[in-house]
């Protein structure tokens, strides 16, 4: 097996397992709050995570930088941990994990309308406005045919919320654009959240766990602390450098598919038949919203 192949095999590898920590990521959470306060778990999340971040840096040699344009890149990626997260957290109370991530799986759309109505860095054209109105279309149909599913109008603004601020970390840390590694970026984020998520304490200090949860709240906590802060992380910094933005894109198509199916599987969350046809109009809507960029790169390629 040459040199190139052996590449090929990794890049893949990394790629399937960047989308099964995403996909799993909402059903970790979901069990990560059966028993314990969302709050205390992201506190302990971040403190636990930022520890792990630190090690890494000191075994890769990475710096941690403390200038002026370091410090508000680390804050721009905190609005991802200490803001889009929180309001994950808080979701999780009101919905399956299956339609967090269908739900997160909004966020590309989202951004093209941030940049193309809020920043003018985007102009999308009438594909891209036809994917995202048969995307919408499909997520109306879902919630509307899911009375037996823990569908929730404030879990929905939840994930709202958290999706914009997701998007906004991302936007705000190109703009800085701090010469920091992904390591580098990660650690000082996670450390800001940390420090950051100190000033719930006070409002949730009645709610401090009394006894150790259950075995799927551990594997949910320590799943969420090491993968989803750490792992996921180095995997997408890695994909982001080798691949398109545009393949790298394509994880929001498949990663809400199979977080459904774990939902239904391994926590017993129904989703009624019908749905399904919701869920493939917001598969299909969002492939559309992609295929302009898709199509480029692929001319792009073979057209060298």
């Known amino acids: 097996m040459n040199s190139n192949s052996s590449s090929m ?55 941690l930088p ?59 054209i009438g594909l891209q406005w036809l994917g995202m109105a048969i995307a919408v279309g499909g997520l109306s149909f879902v919630f509307a045919d899911s009375a037996d599913s823990r569908v929730n109008p404030i879990g929905i603004a939840l994930m709202l919320i958290s999706i914009v601020s997701y998007i906004s970390s991302i936007f705000w840390v190109k703009r800085i654009d701090a010469p920091l590694s992904p390591m580098s970026q990660a650690a000082g984020s996670l450390i800001i959240s940390a420090l950051g998520s100190l000033i719930l304490i006070p409002f949730i200090w009645r709610h401090f766990p009394a006894q150790l949860p259950g075995l799927h709240a551990v594997i949910g906590f320590l799943f969420t602390m090491i993968m989803s802060s750490i792992v996921a992380m180095l995997c997408y910094f890695w994909l982001i450098r080798r691949l398109a933005a545009s393949a790298v894109a394509l994880s929001n198509v498949m990663t809400p598919v199979i977080a459904l199916a774990l939902g239904a599987a391994l926590n017993h969350e129904q989703v009624s038949p019908r749905a399904f046809i919701g869920i493939a109009a ?16 692929y001319f792009a390629k073979f057209s060298r």
Do not use: C
């Open 9 to 63: 095999l990794a890049t893949a590898g990394i790629y399937a397992l960047l989308v099964l920590i995403w996909a799993a990521t909402p059903l970790a959470i979901v069990w990560s709050v059966a028993e314990v306060h969302p709050m205390w778990v992201l506190i302990i999340r971040y403190f636990g995570a930022s520890l792990i971040a630190l090690l890494l840096l000191k075994l890769m040699r990475d710096p």
């Open 66 to 124: 403390f200038d002026a344009a370091s410090l508000k890149s680390y804050l721009a990626g905190s609005l991802n941990l200490i803001g889009a997260q929180l309001f994950i957290y808080l979701a999780a109370g009101y919905l399956t994990s299956g339609l967090m991530a269908l739900l997160f799986g909004f966020s590309p759309l989202i951004a093209g309308l941030i940049g193309h109505m809020v920043l003018k860095t985007q102009k999308l």
């Open 282 to 297: 917001v598969m299909l809507g969002i492939l559309m919203y992609f295929w302009t960029d898709w199509r480029r790169q």
